[in-house]
């Protein structure tokens, strides 16, 4: 099962608004990856997140590794109608014995 | 980005056939693999941790006997879905873990998916 809680589930905006979606969790992590699937196929990782604190960027995707290490977040400004799909965070800790555990998903909708 | 290729895509076998999927490290070597299934609108279930030279770690839940699990090198994982059932039909998708540099911590990249149907 899953060990983060991954909000919002779903959402439904218009193109060019900005994104916003986080994971939050009550253990720590010592890796943040945040995935993109389309439907039928495996996912695509997006960012990856080392360190506490650390930003990055990736094009018109931004995401935030939690100082506490509990926590991330995903932003995509300026969204198009290819931001469409299921975007999973999923984390690495030692207390899973380093296999990755996931959120549930949000499924982002764009209205063109 | 590291690539992970699984084959076959898709794949149609009859009841009580098997069927082995293969989930391949491209361009780096992966000391450890890891099979998910994955059903409509869900998360990734894992089902088990493959890791190379060794026996696989198998979720609660997942029969080993049925879905069996080879890590023969360090580029190549196999699982084989033994006397397939059409319960059986569903998304498998591997997964490989890349070890990074030391200022840099593990990433894990995934294969595109096998869709198995089982008639």
């Known amino acids: 099962g899953q060990q983060l809680n991954q909000s919002p589930q779903s959402m439904f905006i218009q193109e060019g608004e900005d994104v916003s979606m986080n994971c939050t969790s009550s253990?720590?992590?010592?890796?943040w990856l945040w995935y993109k699937q389309d439907p039928g196929e495996g996912p695509v990782l997006l960012i990856a997140?080392?360190?506490?604190?650390e930003l990055t960027s990736n094009g018109r995707l931004t995401a935030q590794f939690g100082i506490t290490r509990k926590d991330s977040f995903l932003n995509i400004s300026a969204s198009i109608p290819s931001d469409v799909g299921i975007y999973f965070c999923a984390g690495l800790s030692g207390e899973y014995g380093n296999k990755l555990v996931f959120g549930a998903g949000t499924i982002l909708r764009v209205k063109s | 980005g590291a690539v992970v290729s699984q084959h076959p895509s898709r794949v149609i076998c009859k009841s009580g056939t098997s069927v082995k999927i293969e989930c391949r490290s491209l361009d780096f070597q992966a000391t450890t693999m890891f099979w998910y299934r994955q059903f409509p609108k869900q998360s990734l279930m894992l089902m088990a941790t493959s890791n190379e030279g060794s026996k696989a770690t198998y979720e609660q839940g997942v029969e080993k006997d049925k879905f069996l699990i080879n890590h023969a090198s360090l580029t190549l994982s196999t699982l084989t879905v033994t006397s397939a059932h059409p319960e059986d039909s569903s998304f498998y998708i591997c997964?490989?873990?890349?070890?990074?540099?030391?200022?840099?911590?593990?990433?894990?990249?995934f294969g595109e998916g096998s869709w198995l149907t089982v008639v």
């Open positions: 997964s490989a873990r890349e070890l990074g540099p030391s200022r840099s911590g593990n990433t894990i990249y």
């Open positions: 997140l080392y360190k506490a604190g």
């Open positions: 253990s720590i992590f010592n890796t």
